[in-house]
């Protein structure tokens, strides 16, 4: 039974959240786009020839099955996939028309820019609550003018301030584990990213701390290009203007469609997305 | 359509030539300071060296970089510099080792004893199958009493945590600082003097298994609890009792980190003459069986070579130091292929 409705209440959630929002656009070149990328793990080919545009201020979902590259290819788009031994890669990233990948890039500066937020939370454990939100601004060695104003400023934007302001000097652990994902989040709002990675950012949460962060994406969109990894349908729906479904046939995993979120959910234009987004397999 | 894998992260040939640049001018640099300048000798060339090197390194990656860099190249120079310079006095004995020790290899090395030849003698004369012999009985005999020892003492202290567990832990501690000589004392009083077990291999294991199983415990410990919580409460969630759950999750789980310790507690003992000295009483002749009568070792037969100093006698010793470093070499090439078989995914 859930099978027949989810297509189409999906659909009604997506369209509302459409209708409310109007996604950005932006000048020719700007914003995050990802040219012909394959991802190799040694001989293993696990991503092949995926061509995506994120603009300014937009958020994009990728979903699919487990095991479809979804993350392989998050993890190109700033530069952390190299840190896999025997790993390779091949396409172009390009951040304001410039490839990440092009030789005599500074890496650092590629990852300060391009920020990312894990599965797991993992705020760092020797630090406090403030501590960990300005870790950042210690490790790339950044200036501020005042750091009390920016602690404040990302843990409201991360919908995290009412509920630790009385408490910056706790330690990151003494939080709830939606509380500590909305700390890294915080965490990785105070380097000031353009665009912000989230590889299944409520995979390990409630519904109540999900729908917070979900919150949180849309407040964080206006200002920033978000790329999400979900395995929920639900959350794609609800947060993304845009959505891509990647599979993998058994091979490496590819993009099979991408489009604006209720076309995805409504009317895809595969088969194969028609049958993942109405819960027929995957 | 095929698409080339490629590795833009990889250093490329201008990132090649640079680093080339930077360790050719730090050596031309160093050269010029130790030739024109009171800064001389290889002490001096090394220090110029690296001073030098880490400057331009520094300059360079600043250049590249911006001024950020400047703390990621000198740190990772000083790391260069530091594992070069650990691996100079290994690369350096291993040389001298090679070097020295291939002049006096031959055939009845293995074959012969020094029973009816003299250290003095010409170095063809005898052989050190005595010592190679006593070796192995040692490093067999002292493993077999000290890894288990070891490894439960290590389960006791990490899966059970009883009572005596403090105590045993400052036990090990202050076993680990014991010196090597008070270990064959012990045996000798505790043992060879009191029990039927006199002078022999046996014996000599004892001594060295003193010295190892602090090693072995302390090791199999630290690797244990890298074994996640979340493993063992897997098992015990299944209805496991404790000692299935250690026995067949937590120990293979550390399988690979207990090899290592079994590694390092042989690394420890295999070169020890010290206790040995008043423990197998050090036999020119073959002996074959471990519990009865005086036994050679191989750093027994160095020592004897060295202390007489004669040059055949000097020879026979680094040899012997020779054949010790490929003995102990092969043991753990074997403990490592052994014990990664079933690891390979």
């Known amino acids: ?282 | 359509m095929t698409v080339k894998p490629r590795k833009p992260w990889a250093p490329n040939r201008k990132d090649r030539v640079r680093t080339l640049s930077v360790l050719a001018v730090a050596v031309f640099g160093a050269w010029a300071v130790v030739s024109f300048t009171g800064l001389s000798g290889k002490i001096g060339f090394i220090f110029s060296f690296v001073l030098i090197y880490t400057l331009v390194q520094a300059i360079v990656g600043v250049r590249l970089r911006g001024s950020k860099a400047l703390g990621d190249t000198v740190a990772q120079s000083i790391i260069y510099l530091g594992s070069a310079l650990v691996f100079m006095p290994v690369a350096s004995i291993l040389y001298m080792t090679v070097t020295k020790g291939i002049k006096g290899l031959h055939f009845s090395l293995f074959t012969a004893s020094m029973s009816n030849a003299s250290f003095l003698d010409p170095v063809g004369n005898g052989g050190l199958l005595h010592a190679l012999v006593g070796t192995l009985y040692l490093v067999l005999i002292a493993m077999v009493v000290s890894v288990p020892m070891g490894i439960l003492t290590a389960l006791y202290l990490t899966e059970i945590k009883g009572k005596g567990a403090g105590f045993i832990q400052f036990v090990v501690q202050a076993m680990s600082g014991v010196p090597s000589v008070v270990a064959g004392l012990f045996i000798f009083t505790s043992v060879i003097l009191v029990s039927p077990l006199k002078t022999s291999a046996a014996a000599g294991a004892l001594a060295l298994a003193v010295l190892m199983i602090p090693t072995v415990t302390r090791t199999s410990q630290e690797v244990l609890l890298l074994v996640p919580t979340d493993l063992r409460e897997a098992g015990l969630a299944m209805g496991a009792t404790q000692w299935r759950t250690v026995a067949m999750i937590v120990v293979p789980a550390a399988r690979n980190g207990l090899i290592t310790a079994t590694i390092l507690g042989v690394a420890r003992i295999a070169g020890e003459t010290a206790p040995l000295i008043f423990t197998i009483g050090g036999a020119d002749k073959l002996n074959m069986n471990p519990f009865k009568d005086y036994q050679s070792a191989l750093p027994f037969y160095v020592w004897k070579g060295l202390t007489l100093g004669t040059p055949e006698s000097l020879q026979r010793a680094w040899t012997g130091i020779l054949i010790l470093l490929i003995l102990v070499l092969s043991l753990f090439v074997a403990a490592r292929s052994l014990g990664g078989r079933r690891m390979a995914k």
Not at chain 1, 69 to 84: A, Q, V
């Open chain 1, 1 to 282: 039974m859930t099978t027949e409705t989810a297509p189409s209440s999906l659909a009604g959630v997506a369209a509302s959240r459409s209708s409310s929002r109007k996604p950005g656009t932006l000048p020719m070149g700007a914003g995050l786009e990802a040219r012909g990328v394959h991802a190799w793990f040694n001989k293993h080919l696990a991503l092949r020839d995926v061509s995506l545009d994120f603009g300014f201020g937009t958020v994009t979902a990728l979903i699919g099955p487990s095991g479809c590259g979804k993350t392989t290819f998050i993890r190109t788009m700033n530069r952390m996939h190299e840190f896999i031994p025997g790993a390779a890669m091949a396409g172009e990233v390009l951040l304001d028309g410039k490839d990440i990948y092009a030789a005599g890039t500074d890496v650092t500066k590629i990852r300060l820019q391009i920020g990312m937020v894990f599965q797991k939370p993992n705020p760092f454990p020797s630090m406090t609550i403030g501590e960990n939100v300005l870790s950042g601004i210690k490790l790339a060695q950044l200036k501020v003018d005042n750091k009390d104003d920016l602690l404040e400023e990302c843990l409201v934007r991360a919908g995290l301030w009412s509920e630790v302001k009385d408490r910056l000097g706790a330690h990151g652990g003494s939080l709830s584990g939606g509380q500590q994902q909305r700390l890294c989040i915080a965490r990785s709002l105070a380097v000031k990213p353009r665009v912000l990675l989230m590889d299944e950012p409520c995979s390990a949460l409630d519904p109540g701390s999900t729908l917070r962060i979900e919150d949180t994406i849309g407040e964080l969109a206006k200002t920033m290009t978000i790329i999400i990894v979900t395995h929920n349908m639900q959350q794609a729906a609800r947060v993304s203007d845009y959505t891509a479904f990647f599979l993998s046939d058994g091979g490496p995993g590819q993009m099979v469609e991408v489009g604006p979120t209720s076309e995805i959910f409504s009317r895809p234009r595969d088969k194969r997305t028609e049958n993942y987004v109405s819960g027929r397999f995957g």
